[in-house]
Nanobody
Framework: QVQLVESGGGLVQAGGSLRLSCAAS????????VGWYRQAPGKQRELVAV??????????IYADSVKGRFTISRDNAKNTVFLQMNSLKPEDTAVYYC??????????WGQGTQVTVSS
């Protein structure tokens, strides 16, 4: 059973920064994609950022609402995916979920970490 454990959420004032981490219990070297999603109260879960690695071509995609403020990255040696969030806004308040689509194991979700941005 693959596990994804998120950390780094919390309460921050508008304009502040947070760095989310997602530690996988297995190697993230062979994946189709690693990404972060979020779900605000009363809203559907939405894509925040994703790194795809289909074949030899990879790409990084950001939601328009976070472009220029958030950065997704991965450390294969540590089996960890990161989301650096800068210039946070109250509308970024949500539960953030890590998602990894493993080539061998399929798609897994983390348990979520709460991010609250106060105005």
């Amino acid at each position: 059973q693959v596990q994804l454990v998120e950390s780094g959420g919390g309460l921050v004032q508008a304009g502040g920064s947070l760095r989310l981490s997602c530690a996988a219990s297995t190697s993230i070297f062979s994946v189709n994609a690693v990404g972060w999603y979020r779900q605000a109260p009363g809203k559907q879960r939405e894509l925040v950022a994703v790194i795809t690695s289909i074949g030899s071509i990879g790409s990084t995609i950001y939601a328009d609402s976070v472009k220029g403020r958030f950065t997704i990255s991965r450390d294969n040696a540590k089996n960890t995916v990161f989301l650096q969030m800068n210039s946070l806004k109250p509308e970024d308040t949500a539960v953030y979920y890590c998602n990894v689509d493993f080539v061998r194991w399929g798609e897994y979700w983390g348990q979520g970490t709460q991010v609250t941005v106060s105005s």
